[in-house]
């Protein structure tokens, strides 16, 4: 089964930075539209960033600015680079993509998710 495996998560200081890796389990397989969410403490899960097939990218207002959503499908791997971390975007984040592998398709195919900590 394919999977998504996020990485890169953690506690860092407000100001700081974090890189979060949204890798595909199997080779092969290309990311397509994808997307960051976050699910803070007792709050639903919200969009936080979203690049389509055709590398267009939109942002949440709260992060435009000082995230940025990539991917690079030669590490079959997408990323949130998140610079100028406040302690409002503690949470949980998760990717969420369409996949393709020649006329294979999986769509809204969801990571483990990983934590996110801004202190103070």
């Known amino acids: 089964q394919v999977r998504l495996v996020e990485s890169g998560g953690g506690l860092v200081q407000a100001g700081g930075s974090l890189r979060l890796s949204c890798q595909v389990s199997?080779?092969?397989?290309?990311?397509?539209?994808m997307g960051w969410y976050r699910q803070a403490p007792g709050k639903q899960r919200e969009l936080v960033a979203r690049?389509?097939?055709?590398?267009?990218?939109n942002y949440a207002d709260s992060v435009k600015g000082r995230f940025t959503i990539s991917r690079d499908n030669t590490k079959n791997t997408g990323y949130l680079q998140m610079n100028s971390l406040k302690p409002e975007d503690t949470g949980v984040y998760y990717c969420?993509?369409?996949?393709?592998?020649?006329?294979?398709?999986?769509?809204?195919?969801w990571g483990q998710g990983t934590q996110v900590t801004v202190s103070s």
């Open positions: 690049i389509n097939s055709g590398s267009s990218t």
């Open positions: 969420n993509a369409d996949l393709s592998r020649g006329s294979t398709w999986l769509y809204r195919n």
């Open positions: 199997e080779s092969g397989f290309s990311i397509n539209a």
